[in-house]
């Protein structure tokens, strides 16, 4: 049976083993073959149902709506012909794509400045706290509720301090957050994109009622894969939502692996964020050896920081009660220091009444499995495996 996913250990898996992935080594686990084809999975069930999507007659642009974890491909992408001739004022809460944005500069507060990455994938949704050590993010009703309980959970030393609302001089609403970078100097950051899918279920469903053909979509899909496109697309030179969505998921490690590399910026400057196709385990434990080249307590602290939030995840009780999709675990480190946070929760929703998730079985159409844990232990997996290697070259 065709896998969108390219096989991965979720789809493959008896049921038997599809438990919570946790072994004494801390490597992935490799269940044994399934003696009977698996339940189809989530992306596969998608990609037929889209087969029963009629081909849209009109164009949509690029609108608020849009993934929250969209990302940018590093070349400059051509306008879109459906894109209007004036400038559209943006809507009031344009949704985070949590990619890194690469362009340092300082704040100043009380005539002292330090250096302050801004996170974010608009330009916009972050600004100077009023107070040193703090940031303004664009305030997301939804994001406010999780921050506000996750501030009485086990979870609250692995997220930033949420600090209140705050309304800015010209009435924008804020959520004011701990700067996660304040304390570092000169350091290097990588956001991961965690689970096996960074959409919801009835963002997909929404899309398929009244499909358009989108442009912009299409010109990101071509720029990384002139083939992925078929031939009425091409013609088209337009693709659904739906069909984006799903392919944009696939062809990345987040199928397989449960995470992705969103982007990578270096204490030097030097940033990255060509990490569309990086999907094989090798090409991930290549990304991670770059990213920590030079500081040799780097990956020690991560797997140590990454058991620790391992641990309290199963303890907790917002964890094992909201589906937690478009979430990133952000890795920080400098020449002394390392940490590691999970950030963004606009796409975070409470379980429906009377559902449980493990956070780590085979995610299926209805199911809600987020496969966040997938993620994590297969993060614990990768940096082990490096720090073994590279202790081995030393001895």
Not at 214 to 232: F, H, S, V
Request: aromatic share 10%; net charge neutral.
């Amino acid at each position: 049976m065709y896998c969108c996913c390219s096989g991965c250990a979720r789809c493959t898996a008896p049921a038997a083993a599809r438990v919570i992935v946790r072994a004494a080594s801390d490597t992935a686990l490799e269940p044994e073959a399934a003696a009977a084809a698996p339940e189809p999975c989530g992306y596969e069930l998608y990609q037929k149902s889209l087969l029963g999507v009629p081909w849209p007659s009109d164009y949509g642009d690029a609108s608020s709506d849009d993934l929250s974890s969209e990302w940018d491909s590093d070349a400059a992408e051509p306008p879109s012909a459906s894109a209007p001739a004036t400038p559209v004022k943006p809507s009031g809460w344009r949704k985070l794509r949590s990619i890194v944005q690469w362009t340092p500069f300082f704040q100043t507060y009380k005539k002292k400045r330090y250096l302050w990455i801004q996170l974010a994938g608009h330009q916009g949704n972050f600004k100077a706290g009023p107070e040193q050590g703090t940031i303004l993010k664009k305030l997301c009703p939804k994001e406010e509720l999780c921050f506000q309980a996750l501030m009485r959970d086990v979870l609250r030393p692995y997220v930033p301090e949420y600090k209140g609302h705050f309304t800015a001089d010209d009435g924008e609403q804020y959520l004011q957050l701990q700067d996660l970078l304040g304390d570092f100097t000169s350091p290097c950051v990588m956001d991961c994109k965690i689970g096996v899918r960074t959409y919801l279920e009835d963002e997909l469903a929404k899309a398929k009622e009244k499909p358009k053909l989108r442009r912009d979509m299409y010109d990101k899909m071509i720029q990384i894969d002139p083939l992925a496109p078929t031939d009425e697309e091409h013609r088209l030179k337009g693709v659904t939502k739906p069909r984006y969505m799903v392919w944009r998921e696939t062809i990345s490690s987040t199928a397989t692996l449960g995470f992705r590399i969103e982007g990578i910026r270096q204490a030097d400057g030097r940033s990255s964020k060509d990490f569309k196709t990086t999907k094989a385990r090798e090409q991930v434990a290549e990304a991670f050896r770059e990213f920590t080249a030079g500081y040799p307590h780097a990956i020690p602290k991560y797997i140590q920081r990454l058991k620790a939030i391992r641990a309290t995840l199963e303890v907790s009780e917002f964890f094992a009660t909201h589906e937690v999709i478009g979430s990133s675990l952000l890795f920080v480190h400098d020449a002394s220091n390392a940490n590691v946070w999970l950030i963004d929760f606009a796409k975070t929703t409470r379980l429906p009444s009377g559902l449980a998730i493990d956070h780590a079985s085979r995610w299926v159409v209805s199911n809600h499995e987020d496969g966040y844990l997938v993620g994590v232990n297969n993060l614990l997996s990768i940096f082990k495996q490096v720090h073994q290697q590279q202790q081995q070259q030393q001895s």
